[in-house]
């Protein structure tokens, strides 16, 4: 397996603090099995925001990808989201849509349903939510980590810079080489 490549780095607007001091620098990595990507990671100087990207590095055509999860044995399959990807699970009531300082993200179906867990935790927080409908959602997302709840996730990518990966060896690699990156990180 190959190391990823240092191809460039660059000083961007930081999204959070907005100075100019966002350092990015980003690698090329040929995945076996997946292919070729691009992964990208920063932090600001000013205020320590951190930025952390990953996609397919050749991009495509405008891709919609389903995947139907029919129990726990679909959960680790892995998913890499790239920052323009809008993710669906319409038999949980879930779009995450990307917004400004979206971020691409690589995790299995289980780690996006734990996302949205806790974001659901959040939400629940207000007091405006009611709290019959925080319970039923809560517990509806909890039956699909258990994988008692089958559901679709649609990826709809504008740019076909997302992938699924379903192979347990191509999986392994690339956690592999993601800790390589992140250890690299400013």
């Known amino acids: 397996m190959g190391e990823p490549r240092p191809i460039g780095t660059l000083k961007a607007r930081c999204p959070a603090c907005g100075s100019g001091e966002l350092e990015i620098t980003d690698y090329l990595y040929d995945a076996p099995l997946v292919g070729l990507l691009l992964l990208s990671s920063g932090k600001c100087s000013v205020c320590g925001y951190k930025y952390s990207d990953i996609r397919m590095a050749e991009g495509g055509e405008p891709e919609r990808v389903e995947v139907r999860v029919e129990g726990a044995e679909d959960l680790d ?13 319409p038999e949980l009531g ?26 659901l935790e959040v939400l629940c927080e207000d007091p405006s939510t009611s709290r019959e409908e925080c319970a039923r959602r809560r517990e509806e997302l909890e039956k699909a980590v258990r994988g008692e709840k089958p559901f679709t996730l649609v990826i709809v990518d504008p740019d076909g810079a997302s992938k699924v990966v379903r192979d347990r060896e191509s999986k392994e690699k690339l956690y592999e ?3 390589a990156v992140e250890a690299t990180r400013p």
């Open 77 to 89: 399959i892995l998913v890499i989201k790239s920052s323009t990807a809008t993710l669906e699970m």
């Open 94 to 119: 879930v779009k995450i849509t990307p917004g400004p300082a979206s971020q691409g993200f690589i995790t299995t179906i289980e780690g996006i349903l734990r996302r949205v867990l806790e974001v």
């Open 177 to 179: 080489t993601l800790r």
